[in-house]
């Protein structure tokens, strides 16, 4: 079993729509949990952020850890087109520095206009 | 536009050969991370060097290697190149080092295209 588990996907939907990714782990050491967005041939961008359990808002994004359930999500509200990327789940424990981050396969998401 | 700068954008390289990948991190940041990322996959932690000396390392073979400078730029180094070290190389720039780096200070490069044939 890998440590962190993501569903590849695709997920298409319609533009507007709300958007869930999720990521299950293993691992009970992980305290920090990171969203990250790439796009074709790009590096991967930092979304969101949470450190340990619960949830947290910027804009249009919602970032939920329960870490009693080891579950992630990644919610986006009023999806556009422009949301169109891979959306990779990541997490570190307490030295994550050193440890470096531990990535979800990504989920390929498609919004139609 | 992060300010971590990659180079070469892509290279194809033959089974056996050994290659070479730079990054220069932004501008204030002492630590590098290099990453592998295979197709459809996510990126897998290769090793970090903070002021110039490795404090980390991933699951990769010894054949993996890299240096930083004292400008805080950084090569990774893999000998021997196999079909499956064919992948996006990323390093990643932040300031730190050992102690944890917190996720908003770490920044990914566009990565290097490698191509093992």
């Known amino acids: 079993q890998k440590e962190v588990e993501q569903d590849p996907g695709p997920l298409s939907v319609p533009e507007g729509a709300i958007v869930s990714l999720n990521c299950t782990y293993s691992?009970?050491?992980?305290?920090?949990f990171m969203w990250y967005r790439q796009y074709s041939r790009k590096g991967p961008e930092l979304l969101m952020y949470t450190y340990s359990s619960g949830n947290k808002e910027d804009g249009r994004f919602t970032a939920q850890v329960d870490k009693s359930s080891k579950y992630i999500s990644l919610f986006i509200r009023d999806s556009q087109p422009s949301d169109s990327a891979t959306y990779l789940c990541?997490?570190?424990?307490?030295?994550?520095?050193?440890?470096?981050?531990?990535f979800g396969k990504g989920t390929h998401l498609i919004i139609q206009p | 536009e992060t300010g971590v700068t990659q180079s070469p954008t892509h290279l194809i390289k033959t089974r056996g050969q050994q290659v070479t990948l730079r990054c220069s991190s932004q501008?204030?940041?002492?630590?590098v991370s290099w990453y592998q990322q295979a197709l459809g996959q996510g990126p897998q932690f290769i090793f970090q060097y903070y002021r110039e000396e490795e404090n980390g390392r991933g699951n990769f073979p010894p054949r993996f290697s890299g240096l930083q400078f004292p400008n805080y730029s950084s090569e990774l180094n893999v000998n021997a190149l196999e079909l499956d070290d064919s992948a996006l190389y990323l390093c990643?720039?932040?300031?730190?080092?050992?102690?944890?780096?917190?996720?908003?200070?770490?920044?990914f490069g566009q990565g290097t295209r490698l191509t093992v044939v």
């Open positions: 990541a997490m570190s424990g307490k030295g994550g520095g050193a440890d470096g981050l531990t």
């Open positions: 691992n009970s050491a992980f305290q920090y």
């Open positions: 501008s204030g940041h002492n630590t």
């Open positions: 990643a720039s932040s300031l730190g080092g050992g102690h944890f780096v917190r996720p908003t200070e770490a920044f």
